[in-house]
């Protein structure tokens, strides 16, 4: 039993990092770790659009030369409070059945964990090439922190030569993913004229023009399955085409009065090397003669194009017995990174299938064989 990783995840988890607070204690933790082991630590500390002071942290030590490794992962976490079906403390690090349980444990605290208990078990000292930790906030809600630190990495890094390799450890159970879909998510806002339900002559029901919006959704769907490609089959063979998802509608105000405004809420998944607007824009277009409807609330996460490093990529395989590399569907702060020319590969312990769940947890195994791969890459790389 690693008992420092233990007291690492321990105390990480009691932190609550949720997206819509600060976490300001949390990555002084990290911070205060990293500092005595010799790492030039960096605080990127911004406000999010709320007003609440958010911090990354982005650590380095060894050579400034090229051929480093970047591990990454977020601090944030989804929310746990009024998520039913918890039955434990979400801020505890609890065992039980060879399970760790505790909001972060899969997504993704316990991966940072292991990072900072490999980092104290290195001969740092031996170096040959550079270990960076980038350490993001504001993932759960759209890769806020990495799109911020895609824009000025080098200044913050002030290192002559970038990392051309990463690996982000999100919950992939040790599977090699080389590309993932990106998100894109709006709203539309339909108007109609308010009154009393009983003299609906008088008035325009919003909810009504609802029903002409999902019909165009549905056809656009069942057109973007035809348009299916065999290339997107082979990348994406789980979900190899477009869909626009309808996830909320809020309108109405009584029973007894003609509803002013509906308000639709869609998101889609866009594939890495598209627009990432075409879905949209397509719905757009189906819908412009449409009246009284407004498009709003645009918000896109790029997706990850195909990494390749050779030499990083023989070392996963080797590491984790895989003879291929996958795909997935969901987005992380790898989009971003992989903008600034740094070739970045998803491995990380946990399913994803616990991610974001009440009782979230890892399992014994994943918690502690992660620690040792790790420091197996490590060493394999960079010294």
Known sequence: MNKRLLEINTNLIVYNTVSKNENRDCSDYIANLLDPLGFEVKRDSFQD????NKEQIIASIGPDCDGGLILSGHIDTVPFENQKGWTRDALKLQLEDDKFYGRGTCDMKV??????????ELALDKLKKPLHFVFTADEEVGCLGAKR???????????????????????TSFN??????????????????GGHSSRPDRGMNAIEGLGDIIQAVKELNEKFKREMNEELRNIFPDFP????HMAMVNGGLALNMIPETVELALSYRSFPNEDPKRVLNELMEKTKDFKNIEYKNLFLTPGMPISLNEELEKVLKAEFSKNK??????????????MLGIETYICGPGDIKEAHTPN??????????GADHIKNICNQLLF
Do not use: M, W
């Open 49 to 52: 659009k709320h007003g609440v």
């Open 111 to 120: 991966f940072i964990g292991q990072c900072l208990s490999t980092a104290e």
């Open 149 to 171: 630190l895609s824009d000025n990495f080098s200044e913050i890094l002030k290192r002559k030569s970038l990392p051309k390799r990463a690996i982000i450890g999100e919950p």
């Open 176 to 193: 090699i993913i080389n590309t993932h879909k990106g998100i894109a998510h709006f709203s539309i806002l339909i108007h109609g004229v």
């Open 241 to 244: 085409y477009n869909h626009l």
């Open 325 to 338: 590399t996958e795909s997935v569907s969901f987005a992380t702060d790898g989009g971003y990174i992989k």
């Open 360 to 369: 979230e947890f890892i399992s014994v195994n994943d918690f502690y064989k």
